[in-house]
Structure formats: C-alpha cells, structure tokens
C-alpha cells in the first residue's frame, strides 16, 4: 500500500497528524481506478449481453415513485401547507447558516440539528470540531428530517401508502447521506489522503468482485466468507440425515447424555433463510444445548429451491415437510407424538399444520414452541411495505418466468429494514475505505440467501400479509378451513422486543389466537439475537407476565423481567409436561438407515 511523504501536514480528526498525499504515487492509482471502473462495468454489462438480466429493480423504482409522487399531490392540493413547510425548511436552514457564522467568529453557538445517539455514522471527532463537515451533517438531518415531516404530514393518504412512502424517504435519505461520499466524509477523505486514493483502488475490486458474485447486481459482502465451511466450522453439532425427500432432509443428532427425555424434539425453520442459525457454534448453538439438556432433536434442512420446485406450495410443505419428518421421527425412535418448535415462517408454517391438524383429529404433536412468529399479520411492521395487490402481481410475474423468487430479493428486503447499518455501512467499509470485512458467522449466514418456490412463496403473501387469512379462520389447506382456536395443545410463544421482521405487538396478538395455554415470553433484543442468546452469555434479559391479555403495553407493563437467557425457562416448561427418560438414541439405532453426516447436503446448495 502506497504511503504519503512527509513533505507537508494536516490534522486529522483525532488530533494526529496526517501526511500530505505522495501526488506521483495518487496519480497513479487513480489511473488504477479508471480501469477497476471498467471491470465493474464489465461485470453489470455480462448478464445483460448474455441475456441473463435479473428482474424486478425497475418496477421497484417504479413504486417507488408512484408513491412519492401521491405524497407530493397531496401538498399540491394545499399551496397554503406548501408554503407553510418551505418557510419551515427555510428557517432551519437559516438558524444553521447563524449557527455557522458564529462559529466562524469564535462565537459560542448550539447545533441546529443533532445525529441519534444510536446512529453511529457520524461519531469521527470531524464531523463536530470542524465547521464545515459540521455544516454539511446538520444541513443533511435538517434535510430528511423534513423529508420525512412531509410524508407524516400529507393528508388524505391511506396507512399503506403512508407506510410505504416512510421506507422509500429512509432509503432515500441513508444512500445520500454525507457519510457515503469521499468529499463529504471527513474521515474517507483522511484516509484517501494518507493512502494516496490506494483504498479507492481496493474498494473498486471488490465492488467488481461482489457485481460478478450476485450475477449483475449488487451482493454487498458483510463477511470473510473465505473463513466459514458449512459443516467444517459452522454447523458443527453431531448427527445424521435420516430422512430426505424432494422438499427436506431431516437431521437426527447425536445425544451427548446417557438418558434424554421420552418424547422428541422436531424443530422446523424458515426456508427463507437456512437452518443453521440455530447452529452457528458450539458456543451459540441452540441445537446443541438442546442436545446437551437429553433431548432427542430433529431439524428440517429445506431444500434451495429451483424451478422443479415451482409448484411446491404450502400444503406441499406441510405434507413432505413436517408430516414427512413425523413419519420418520415415528420410524426412527418409534415414538408418535413429539413436541416441535417453528421459528419465523416456519412457526407459521407449524401453526397452519397444527391447525390442520386439529381439523382432522390429529394428535402427534403435543406441544408447540414458536419463535418470532405471527400468525395475525394486523401489525406485521415494515415488510408489509413490500406486500399490495400491484406488488404481488409483480413478483408472481417474475417468479412465473423462474419458478422461484432469487434468494437475492428476500435478502434484499431485510437489509433494506436497516439500511444505514446492513447497507451503507459496508458499502463505505468495502467499497470507500477498502478494507474487506471480517470474519463475522451471524453475518456469513445472513448472505447464504435461499430462493423461494413460486406457489409457496404467492401463497404465503396473499394469504398471510394481503388478506391475513389464518387469524381470520378463512385459511383453507387440504379442503380444510383452519381455525386456531381448535389448536389446544400447550403453547410457548416467544417474541422479541427489537424484531424487525416479527414485531412484538403481533406475535402478541398471536398468542391471543390459540384455543389452548399459551406461555408468552418477550425476549431482549431482535429477531436474530434474541433468540440465539445462550445461558453462558449473560447479554440480553427476558420477560414473563401470563397470559396474553389487552394490550402488549400493559402486559409489559407488569412483566416479570429476569437477567439472561430464556433457553433454561423454555426447558423448564417443556420438561414439565413430559418428564419421562429413556436410554439415549443414536441416529441410525431404529429403522431408518443413515444418509448422510449433518448438516447434511441441502444446506450446502448456495444461490
């Protein structure tokens, strides 16, 4: 890496002195970056020349703008509002031009406009000490956060379009904000500047590298995915495939006590995302502390789908799913009934089979655990801004010319929830500063994105986010129309308080939809982390309150909070109803012969 001379000096922002740039030596990387330019031109023009274009972001521009532009008819439709907003907007931009020039003159002056304390982008000493980065980030918050006023304020807008008009505005405002720019960021243009533009050089190649990877499009890395192999150092606890169709392979892992309880333990994850979530490490690994509690434990691993599996719906995925898994557990331990667990989609998966279940008088599941998972989609959050009858029909249309909607766009979605810091943070790491990110397993898990059935995947949106169809009792699977409240088995129901993806308040009301005892828990933190938070790490807390009764507030409100990890209240809980042990089973030990070693081969198939 080419280093400045000492020929002159600057301060940088923490005091330290920077050395002015070696000027032959920057002359020369720029050069280098005209022809990394080229690679990345090269690697978005590849798909379109072949033909192998990926779809979908026109038409999200294209959304994008409709509903901005009946944001901007509603102001029209007021000129006297219009004027009123202007004058606000003005005046904030001249309290900060007072505020400026008073500091210019030694004058002691009160910032016009302050970052959230949370909000980590501009925490370089730079952008306070020096007047004018300072300048440029309150010009900036003043800017969306009046961007962000008029939609609030356009009246006469219905929720959704409201809705979706905030989440454009917050795309908007984190891909302009100062902190991208290497003009506008004190602390890239230090580091351009000590570096002689060598970081810009770095970062254009593995901009290059990262368009060729997603195909055309964007797939910002956010982990050393070098450093990570499935099976090698992640997704490591013990076990067999004892069961594989054309929609899963089912795991049996080993025991690691001598005895474990009677009844097994099938576990059914989201198929949007891979399964080993819960078996990132020995250190986080729920799958593992399960085993070590003598629990006989089962997962699905769901197949990546492709275009044979277009057709594979909900019903499919019940039946070659969780039916399937039944049947083997049955074949394998020889016990009929286990307890199960669902986490995100496939707790909502599990919750219309056990719906089914109780329409046909089916009795092998016993108990039921849901982690962040709704079954009422009244207050599903921000994804539901990505869910409207023009939408849908968009996604159905591309997934009509696949089968399968790329695991791209899912993952997309959910970055987009938190695009300051799932977004732009990385790309100013990667792409800006030039540095490759680190090894981080959450985070390599996070991009091995899975792709999604076409029917499965239509169903689950119009039937669940569109029409909320399963709370309603209106859901029909098999000829049966599924009611909840039939599901009478014992239930524990865990939310987490920062979830994104699952909010709090609706896997509350959630739990009011059950006919049986449901355990409502509220767990510390988000949708990733407060789940995957073992005892051994005292991080995040949990609350317990009874039953789910009025509001989430006032439930909360009079919850009991207790320190660490839920993982030993959920044990608990389970234990309770069926106590009994037998002599531990190893994978293979009853009629079904193994396949494979875990995690078997599913998990492997990346997009």
């Known amino acids: 890496m080419g280093r400045g001379s000492t020929g002159g000096q600057g301060e940088a922002g923490d005091g330290a002195t920077a050395p002015a740039p070696d000027f032959d030596q920057f002359a020369q990387n720029m050069g280098r970056l005209v022809e990394e330019y080229g690679r990345v031109t090269a690697a978005y023009l590849k798909p379109i020349e072949r033909g192998e274009a990926k779809t979908g972001q026109a038409e999200e521009a294209s959304d994008m703008v409709k509903t901005l532009g009946r944001v901007a008819e509603r102001w029209i439709n007021d000129p006297a509002k219009i004027v009123e907003a202007q004058a606000s907007l003005a005046g904030d931009f001249m309290n900060l031009w007072s505020m400026a020039l008073k500091r210019a003159g030694g004058e002691p002056s009160e910032p016009v406009a302050q970052p959230d304390p949370r909000d980590g982008r501009f925490k370089d000493p730079d952008w306070s000490q020096q007047p004018i980065f300072d300048f440029i980030k309150q010009a900036y918050l003043i800017g969306s956060r009046w961007a962000e006023m008029m939609v609030d304020q356009a009246d006469g807008l219905d929720a959704h379009t409201k809705d979706k008009a905030r989440f454009y505005i917050k795309q908007i405002a984190g891909a302009l904000s100062p902190t991208n720019f290497v003009a506008t960021n004190p602390e890239l243009l230090r580091e351009t500047l000590q570096q002689n533009g060598e970081n810009l050089v770095r970062g254009l190649k593995m901009l290059a590298e990262d368009v060729e990877a997603g195909g055309g499009e964007l797939k910002i890395r956010q982990s050393d995915a070098s450093r990570f192999e499935v099976g090698v150092n992640i997704a490591m606890t013990p076990g067999k495939v004892v069961f594989r169709n054309d929609v899963m392979e089912l795991i049996q892992y080993a025991p690691s006590t001598p005895q474990v309880l009677k009844r097994p333990l099938l576990i059914v994850p989201p198929w949007i995302n891979k399964f080993y979530i819960l ?318 070693d875990a995690p078997g081969t599913y998990v492997k198939v990346r997009v």
């Open 279 to 596: 078996d990132l490490n020995p250190e986080k690994s729920f799958i593992r502390w399960c085993v070590e509690q003598g629990l006989t434990v089962f997962c699905i691993s769901w197949v990546n789908p492709d275009a044979r599996h277009a057709t594979k719906d909900f019903e499919s995925y019940m039946r070659e799913g969780i039916f399937a898994a039944l049947d083997a557990i049955r074949e394998a331990t020889g016990e009929k009934k286990v307890s199960a667990i669902g986490y995100c989609v496939g707790g909502t998966l599990l919750g219309v089979t056990l719906a089914y279940m109780a329409a046909v008088a089916d009795k092998r599941i016993e108990s039921a655990t849901f982690f962040t998972t709704q079954v009422d989609f009244s207050q599903a959050g921000e994804l539901s801004v990505f869910v409207d009858e023009e939408q849908i029909r968009s996604i159905e249309e591309q997934m009509s010319r696949t089968g399968y909607l790329d695991g791209s766009r899912m993952a997309g979605a959910f970055n987009m929830l938190r695009p300051n810091d799932l977004i732009w943070s990385y790309a100013v790491n990667n792409y800006l500063k030039g540095k490759a990110p680190s090894p981080f397993d959450l985070l390599y898990w996070n991009s091995d994105s899975t792709r999604m059935p076409a029917a499965n995947h239509s169903f689950y949106l119009r039937n669940c986010y569109l029409d909320n169809k399963l709370s309603k009792g209106e859901m029909v699977i098999g000829g049966k129309r599924l009611d909840l409240k039939k599901v009478t088995i014992p239930i524990y129901n865990l939310a987490t308080r920062e979830d994104h993806i699952a909010p709090s308040a609706s896997v509350f009301i959630g739990s009011q939809c059950f006919g049986g005892p449901v355990e409502h828990v509220v767990a510390g933190s988000g949708h990733i982390a407060g789940v995957v938070n073992p005892p051994a790490k005292v991080k995040y807390q949990y609350w317990t309150g009874g039953p789910a009764k009025g509001s989430l507030d006032a439930w909360m409100a009079k919850a009991t909070e207790h320190p660490g990890s839920w993982w030993p209240h959920w044990f608990g809980w389970l234990e309770s109803q069926a106590p009994r042990k037998v002599k531990a089973r190893e994978p293979g030990g009853g009629k079904l012969e193994p396949l494979a």
